[in-house]
């Protein structure tokens, strides 16, 4: 049996979907399956143990190359794509996305049995042939297993796989020594202050704050993430700190940064792809939430904890905003008070561990 998935973005997305695979596995042991998906999550799903195969669809790259008048090269490549995306007769093609671009994909792979939401949403609905209720009241995570649940899986505690080499492990590491950190004996609280729209950003200058406070009354060390392209972002945080932090923007992969946050006593997150990274290696984190909405969107699993301003207009997942009250709303004190608070119980919780562990010695 050959089974086709799509999920092509963002990244706490793609995490989101991991639980569905592992179910599609358990529910298919012998089918051969293959996911698509875009080349900025890729990474995190490159060698999992429950696929066969990843097909990367270079939809951005395709579109700056027609842009740029390479004409001739994108119809290349997307007919490369289509080649081997039809390269094997898919019995089943599920949408995860739930988007034009997703559904033409499931369209354009002539698979028999199309699965996707019972919606309209930029048209994708037209392009299913089995569709399932989508209740949006649902996290993320429990919307994408109701596929499992309609293909008559039984329920099972969701299994976020992330599967990282040895590289990743040796590649963390490194960096946390060459910044006088031992990974394997201090513990030190990761920020991931960015997201992709401007109305999850929490002010630079507050992060600044947050880090000096932690680094000064808690007497642990602050590691700051982002991507390259986020560097001039983390760089004016680390500007405004009373107290260093270790910046390793631009240094780490995703499967660097599972890694990384897996070491980590805690994280303290916008919501974005790295919260959801971080509550999949199930490290405790503090997310600070404006436009969205937690219940469908926030780092999934227990121990972590959510600081929002319930507002008349929030959630209202606007990207822009003139006021972003919602972020702006957020104090330093509330958020080290939650640091504070979580990494006390997460003390507690590795003291109970190490106390079980050393009776059974």
Known sequence: MNILIVKLSAVGDVVHTLP???????RY???HITWVIEETAADLIASHPSLDRVIVFYRKQWIE????????????????????????????????????????????????????????????????????PENM??????????FLTYLGAVSDVPEFLIPVARENIDH???LLRESGIEPDTDPFVAINPVALWDTKLWDPGKFAELSSRIIRELNMPVVLTGSVKEQPYLHDIQMRLTRPAVNLAGQTSLKDLACLYRLAALVVTTDSGPMHIAAAVKT????????????????????HTVIRHALSC?????????????????????????????????KEINKERNEVKNGNQ
């Open 20 to 26: 569905a695979l592992a179910g599609l596995r358990k």
């Open 284 to 303: 405790p984190v503090v997310a600070l939430f404006g436009p969205t909405d937690p219940a469908r969107t926030g780092p999934y699993g227990e121990g």
């Open 137 to 146: 009241e649902k996290h993320a995570v429990d919307r994408y297993l109701d």
């Open 65 to 132: 190359a027609f842009r740029g008048g390479r004409f001739r090269e994108a119809g290349r490549e997307i007919r490369s794509f289509l080649k081997t995306l039809r390269d094997r007769p898919y019995e089943m093609v599920i949408d995860f996305h739930g988007l034009f671009k997703s559904a033409a994909v499931v369209g354009l792979s002539g698979g028999r049995r199309k699965l996707g939401y019972d919606s309209l949403q930029e048209l994708s609905g037209l392009f299913y042939n089995e569709k399932i």
């Open 172 to 174: 963390v590491a490194r």
């Open 29 to 31: 042991p012998r089918a």
């Open 314 to 346: 929030s959630p209202c997942f606007l990207k822009q905003c003139d006021s972003r009250q919602c972020m702006e709303a957020i104090r330093v004190d509330d958020v080290f008070a939650a640091v504070k608070k979580k990494l006390g119980e997460t």
